[in-house]
């Protein structure tokens, strides 16, 4: 309400009061603004200067306070910036224990809780906390800060620290006001040194993230941390063993408790398929999530990150205070202006050093005139300070024009102050180097003074090379590969069906089993009119009668072909066809043989009768799903009518085109077809597909992204061989994982030899081995099991060549390289095998060197080409072909 009536009620003598009215139109208004206003500027949001919010600047004044040295309790700490900060101590401590945890200002001592399991710290009556050397260094300038009233007016604060370092980008910030909020990510404290410098120098910088959890990040979104931005944030996940996952480092803003509990409720919801998960974290995470038999790593891996908090996703906000306004920049502008604020308080440091030393000169110069001069001699003449002070200004006159400024009454004081055993024992020669000195300091503040961004420059690199050390980027930066849920969820549910009534579902238990799925899988059916359904799975769904194929779709799937023969009822005449399904809309209905054109005229001009209509419905009479796109041999049988003198005729699905959904397809026969049986199944007549590896990612891919490995088929496999010196060869899927320490990852030809020159711990040799691997199915390590041996050396090539480089000791001088033909040094054994010595000398590295050629292998190369050059000329005629009706008639 706008107006509020205040009426006074009558006396006991019974005399109306005057009727009192308060307006308070617009109070609550300016209440809210005020409440917003103070909780924007005085408790939530960080400001730009200094990069504290109120408590926390109050906090770490309270700490210089009581500076000595030693360990304070932090309930005194909080107990003394009680005189500062107007709310409880509960906020006071709280935020202390938020800093103390980002170990960089405060030293701790005591249980200060683990940001990893999310435990909270003690009371603050069992902890205690000092500033670091770092808060002392860059946090604090008692001459340059500027002061204010504390909320009592009983004493000062600073209105900002003058902090010499983008601490608000290092230690981030987050926090809740009235209709903003903001949300700013640490980065790395090396990494916004150099930004810094390189902000100084002119040159262009990039900055990203840096979580004290560590983790794996990707940026491509990143946004400069302003509005609109999104990063993801993945949890470093590894295989133990066949059963065993490690989880070694989480995702920012998650604790191993919540990400536990995110494992243990999809696992509940049937998302992903565990044994048990042990969390043995306590100075580094390691949780371990155990499998059960049969479960595959690589795909829980990729569960894990679909469904559980093991992937996240965060959406910076960069909202700071500056002039008492709120202002949204991104992270790269708080630096600049970090910087230029840096810049300007080591400039203003420099004028009060050099104003300071500029001062002592000047005393000095005057302390040495004044004793040599001997005008104390007749300070027995003046009776009173002012005809004194009048002497001694006329008799430091003729040395007026040496000093830097004008002598005052203050100056005079000083000199008549100075004790007289101090004069007796007054050294000209160390006056003079005294002087000396001061003016050294004067020249080279007047320097720094000159080259402030030089000056500035080799500030920012003392920081780095003092405080830096422990503090490398924790968090990998790379971008994620994006996981399809459908393909990595656990499908603990079972498909059924009703063909003739039309349903498909999980809950039709009673009619035929279709195939295992999951609650976010989608169905693909087809009828025998001809019609397609693409549905989510769901209890029971009505898709329509007479259903031939149903089955889990799989989106962008081109290596599912559907052959079908259908009778198209516009002409009776009987197609062939083959075709894949991609991706369409959800629940629309759509025809894969040709639609029935309405209203359609017979020979005479006239419209086709209602029963004519009706022979005219298309009907599919072969249909067949092939996930590796297999083509089979059916035997088609016609109907004896007229003088048709062949009825029945063998086809080859291999020999039509794979083309769209939408096309005609190809004339199977212009008379009416009795029956179509299967003769024999078909082999894929897909290409081998070719396959990419990611170095980014650490993924296969068949997008074209990264190197090619080769053209795959079904029985082909990947040879692996990692720094460790284990090999081991893999069918390719998607969804594997790759261990970044791999040296070579390509195309396992088993006929193609292995060479490998690796130091043998055990005997302290060098040796080399060519070899097979014999089974492709086992890991296998091939430079034995001594913790010392290492592996130097790794070929693939078929006659491999390698430079041996030899280090200098004191027992051998330097030796001659040594060139080495792998395959005229040893010939090939098993994997097993020890090798022949290849020297005793300590090898500095090993080069590798242009192979030699290999007759075999240029014919072979040329032959891979040739048929990719075909491939290619296929897969072009398959796209640019038209629907070319071919009669197959016979």
Same mark, same amino acid.
């Given at each position: 309400?706008?107006?509020?009536?205040?009426?006074?009620?009558?006396?006991?003598?019974?005399?109306?009061?005057?009727?009192?009215?308060?307006?308070?139109?617009?109070?609550?208004?300016?209440?809210?603004?005020d409440?917003?206003?103070?909780?924007?500027?005085?408790?939530?949001?960080?400001?730009?200067?200094?990069?504290?919010?109120?408590?926390?600047?109050?906090?770490?004044?309270?700490?210089?306070?009581l500076?000595?040295?030693?360990?304070?309790?932090?309930?005194n700490? &909080? %107990?003394?910036?009680? =005189?500062?900060? !107007? /709310?409880?101590?509960?906020?006071?401590? @709280? $935020?202390?224990?938020?800093?103390?945890?980002?170990?960089?200002l405060?030293?701790?001592?005591?249980?200060?809780?683990?940001?990893?399991?999310?435990?909270?710290?003690?009371?603050?009556?069992?902890?205690?906390?000092?500033?670091?050397?770092?808060?002392?260094?860059?946090?604090?300038?008692?001459?340059?800060?500027?002061?204010q009233?504390?909320?009592?007016?009983?004493?000062?604060?600073?209105?900002?620290?003058?902090?010499?370092?983008?601490?608000?980008?290092?230690?981030?910030?987050?926090g809740?006001? &009235? %209709?903003?909020?903001? =949300?700013?990510? !640490? /980065?790395?404290?090396?990494?916004?040194? @150099? $930004?810094?410098?390189?902000?100084?120098?002119?040159?262009?910088?990039?900055?990203?993230?840096?979580?004290?959890?560590?983790?794996?990040?990707?940026?491509?979104?990143?946004?400069?941390?302003?509005?609109?931005?999104?990063?993801?944030?993945?949890?470093?996940?590894?295989?133990?063993?066949?059963?065993?996952?490690?989880?070694?480092?989480i995702?920012?803003?998650?604790?191993?408790?919540?990400?536990i509990?995110?494992?243990?409720?999809?696992?509940?919801?049937?998302?992903?398929?565990?044994?048990?998960?042990?969390?043995?974290?306590?100075?580094?995470?390691?949780?371990?999530?155990?499998?059960?038999?049969?479960?595959?790593?690589?795909?829980?891996?990729?569960?894990?990150?679909?469904?559980?908090?093991?992937?996240?996703?965060?959406?910076?906000?960069?909202?700071?205070?500056?002039?008492?306004?709120?202002?949204?920049?991104?992270?790269?502008?708080?630096?600049?202006?970090?910087?230029?604020?840096?810049?300007?308080?080591?400039?203003?440091?420099l004028?009060?050093?050099?104003?300071?030393?500029?001062?002592?000169?000047?005393?000095?110069?005057?302390?040495?005139?004044?004793?040599?001069?001997?005008?104390?001699?007749?300070?027995?003449?003046?009776?009173?300070?002012?005809?004194?002070?009048?002497?001694?200004?006329?008799?430091?006159?003729?040395?007026?024009?040496?000093?830097?400024r004008?002598?005052?009454?203050?100056?005079?004081?000083?000199?008549?102050?100075?004790?007289?055993?101090?004069?007796?024992?007054?050294?000209?020669?160390?006056?003079?180097?005294?002087?000396?000195?001061?003016?050294?300091?004067?020249a080279?503040?007047?320097?720094?003074?000159?080259?402030?961004?030089?000056?500035?420059?080799?500030?920012?690199?003392?920081?780095?090379?003092?405080?830096g050390?422990?503090?490398?980027?924790?968090?990998?930066?790379?971008?994620?590969?994006?996981?399809?849920?459908?393909?990595?969820?656990?499908?603990?549910?079972?498909?059924?069906?009703?063909?003739?009534?039309?349903?498909?579902?999980?809950?039709?238990?009673k009619?035929?089993?279709?195939?295992?799925?999951?609650?976010i899988?989608?169905?693909?059916?087809?009828?025998?009119?001809?019609?397609?359904?693409?549905?989510?799975?769901?209890?029971?769904?009505?898709?329509?009668?007479?259903?031939?194929?149903?089955?889990?779709?799989?989106?962008?799937?081109?290596?599912?072909?559907?052959?079908?023969?259908?009778?198209?009822?516009?002409?009776?005449?009987?197609?062939?066809?083959?075709?894949?399904?991609?991706g369409?809309i959800?629940?629309?209905?759509?025809?894969?043989?040709e639609?029935?054109q309405?209203?359609?005229?017979?020979?005479?001009?006239?419209?086709?009768?209602?029963?004519?209509?009706?022979?005219?419905?298309?009907?599919?009479?072969?249909?067949?799903?092939?996930?590796?796109?297999?083509?089979?041999?059916?035997?088609?049988?016609l109907?004896?009518?007229?003088?048709?003198?062949?009825?029945?005729?063998d086809?080859?699905?291999?020999?039509?085109?794979?083309?769209?959904?939408?096309?005609?397809?190809?004339?199977?026969?212009?008379?009416?077809?009795?029956?179509?049986?299967?003769?024999?199944?078909?082999?894929?007549?897909?290409?081998?597909?070719?396959?990419?590896?990611?170095?980014?990612?650490?993924?296969?891919?068949?997008?074209?992204?990264?190197?090619?490995?080769?053209?795959?088929?079904?029985?082909?496999?990947?040879?692996?061989?990692?720094?460790?010196?284990n090999?081991?060869?893999?069918?390719?899927?998607?969804?594997?994982?790759?261990?970044?320490?791999?040296?070579?990852?390509?195309?396992?030809?088993?006929?193609?030899?292995?060479?490998?020159?690796?130091?043998?711990?055990?005997?302290?040799?060098?040796?080399?081995?060519?070899?097979?691997?014999?089974?492709?199915?086992?890991?296998?390590?091939?430079?034995?099991?001594?913790?010392?041996?290492?592996?130097?050396?790794?070929?693939?090539?078929?006659?491999?060549?390698?430079?041996?480089?030899?280090?200098?000791?004191?027992?051998?001088?330097?030796?001659?390289?040594?060139?080495?033909?792998?395959?005229?040094?040893?010939?090939?054994?098993?994997?097993k095998?020890?090798?022949?010595?290849?020297?005793?000398?300590?090898?500095?590295?090993?080069?590798?060197?242009?192979?030699?050629v290999?007759?075999?292998?240029?014919?072979?190369?040329?032959?891979?080409?040739?048929?990719?050059?075909?491939q290619?000329?296929?897969?072009?005629?398959?796209?640019?072909?038209?629907?070319?009706?071919?009669?197959?008639?016979?």
């Open positions: 309400m706008d107006e509020q009536e205040e009426i006074t009620p009558h006396t006991e003598e019974n005399h109306p009061q005057e009727v009192s009215i308060t307006k308070i139109t617009g109070m609550y208004e300016n209440w809210f603004l409440y917003a206003s103070y909780v924007i500027l005085e408790r939530a949001v960080p400001a730009l200067e200094d990069g504290f919010k109120p408590v926390q600047r109050r906090i770490m004044h309270s700490l210089k306070e500076e000595d040295g030693r360990y304070n309790k932090v309930a700490v &909080v %107990g003394h910036t009680m =005189k500062y900060h !107007p /709310h409880g101590d509960a906020s006071i401590g @709280d $935020a202390m224990v938020q800093i103390g945890q980002k170990e960089l405060i030293d701790t001592q005591g249980n200060w809780g683990n940001i990893l399991t999310g435990d909270a710290a003690a009371a603050p009556r069992y902890i205690e906390a000092r500033l670091s050397k770092f808060a002392l260094d860059v946090v604090y300038s008692p001459k340059v800060t500027q002061w009233k504390s909320y009592d007016g009983r004493n000062d604060e600073p209105i900002h620290l003058p902090v010499k370092f983008p601490l608000l980008l290092v230690q981030g910030a987050e809740i006001a &009235v %209709g903003l909020s903001t =949300k700013i990510l !640490p /980065h790395n404290f090396n990494e916004l040194i @150099d $930004a810094s410098i390189k902000h100084l120098k002119g040159q262009n910088f990039e900055l990203y993230p840096d979580f004290p959890t560590a983790g794996i990040i990707d940026v491509s979104n990143y946004n400069d941390g302003e509005r609109g931005g999104r990063i993801r944030v993945r949890a470093k996940i590894s295989q133990e063993d066949k059963q065993t996952l490690k989880i070694s480092e995702p920012f803003s998650t604790t191993t408790s919540s990400l509990d995110s494992i243990l409720k999809a696992n509940e919801k049937g998302k992903i398929k565990i044994k048990k998960v042990d969390d043995n974290t306590s100075e580094n995470v390691e949780i371990l999530v155990h499998l059960p038999p049969g479960i595959s790593p690589d795909k829980t891996i990729d569960a894990l990150y679909a469904f559980t908090d093991c992937e996240t996703s965060i959406s910076p906000l960069c909202c700071v205070i500056e002039n008492n306004r709120p202002l949204f920049i991104g992270v790269s502008e708080i630096l600049r202006r970090s910087t230029e604020r840096t810049l300007a308080l080591l400039k203003k440091e004028e009060i050093q050099l104003a300071e030393e500029q001062e002592k000169w000047h005393f000095a110069s005057l302390e040495k005139i004044f004793i040599r001069e001997e005008m104390y001699i007749d300070f027995k003449l003046y009776s009173d300070r002012e005809t004194l002070y009048q002497y001694l200004y006329n008799r430091f006159e003729s040395f007026k024009a040496s000093f830097v004008e002598i005052n009454d203050d100056d005079l004081q000083r000199l008549t102050q100075i004790p007289m055993i101090r004069i007796t024992r007054f050294d000209s020669y160390k006056a003079d180097e005294n002087i000396a000195k001061i003016e050294e300091k004067i080279e503040i007047k320097a720094h003074l000159a080259a402030l961004i030089p000056y500035a420059i080799d500030y920012f690199k003392r920081l780095k090379d003092t405080y050390k422990g503090r490398e980027r924790k968090t990998e930066i790379r971008p994620f590969d994006d996981i399809e849920a459908t393909k990595v969820v656990m499908r603990n549910l079972k498909l059924y069906v009703n063909r003739q009534e039309g349903f498909v579902g999980t809950s039709l238990r009619d035929e089993f279709v195939a295992d799925c999951s609650d899988d989608d169905v693909i059916v087809f009828t025998s009119e001809g019609k397609m359904i693409i549905t989510k799975v769901s209890e029971k769904t009505y898709v329509g009668k007479d259903i031939l194929h149903v089955g889990v779709f799989k989106k962008n799937d081109k290596r599912t072909v559907y052959n079908m023969v259908y009778k198209n009822g516009n002409d009776n005449f009987a197609y062939i066809k083959r075709f894949t399904v991609t369409i959800r629940d629309k209905e759509y025809e894969v043989v639609p029935i309405e209203q359609k005229e017979d020979d005479k001009g006239k419209l086709f009768s209602a029963s004519k209509r009706e022979k005219q419905k298309s009907s599919v009479l072969y249909f067949s799903a092939n996930p590796n796109g297999e083509a089979e041999i059916i035997t088609v049988n109907r004896q009518m007229g003088n048709i003198k062949k009825l029945k005729w086809i080859n699905f291999a020999d039509i085109l794979i083309k769209g959904r939408s096309s005609r397809g190809n004339i199977v026969s212009k008379y009416p077809v009795k029956r179509i049986d299967l003769k024999e199944k078909g082999v894929s007549t897909l290409k081998p597909r070719k396959i990419w590896f990611d170095p980014i990612v650490h993924r296969l891919n068949t997008d074209q992204r990264g190197n090619l490995l080769g053209a795959f088929k079904g029985e082909d496999r990947i040879l692996l061989i990692s720094k460790e010196g090999i081991k060869t893999v069918v390719p899927d998607m969804s594997l994982h790759f261990d970044p320490n791999l040296l070579i990852i390509e195309k396992w030809i088993p006929e193609k030899p292995i060479s490998v020159i690796y130091y043998e711990g055990e005997k302290d040799r060098t040796f080399v081995k060519r070899f097979l691997v014999e089974n492709p199915n086992r890991e296998e390590n091939v430079i034995g099991e001594n913790a010392k041996s290492q592996l130097l050396f790794v070929s693939t090539e078929w006659r491999p060549m390698a430079e041996v480089v030899f280090a200098k000791t004191n027992k051998a001088p330097l030796a001659t390289n040594l060139s080495v033909n792998l395959e005229e040094f040893i010939s090939i054994k098993g994997i095998a020890l090798g022949n010595q290849l020297t005793t000398d300590k090898i500095k590295e090993i080069i590798s060197l242009e192979p030699l290999y007759q075999e292998q240029e014919e072979e190369f040329s032959e891979e080409i040739v048929e990719g050059i075909i290619e000329e296929e897969n072009n005629e398959t796209e640019t072909s038209q629907d070319i009706q071919t009669s197959l008639d016979f």
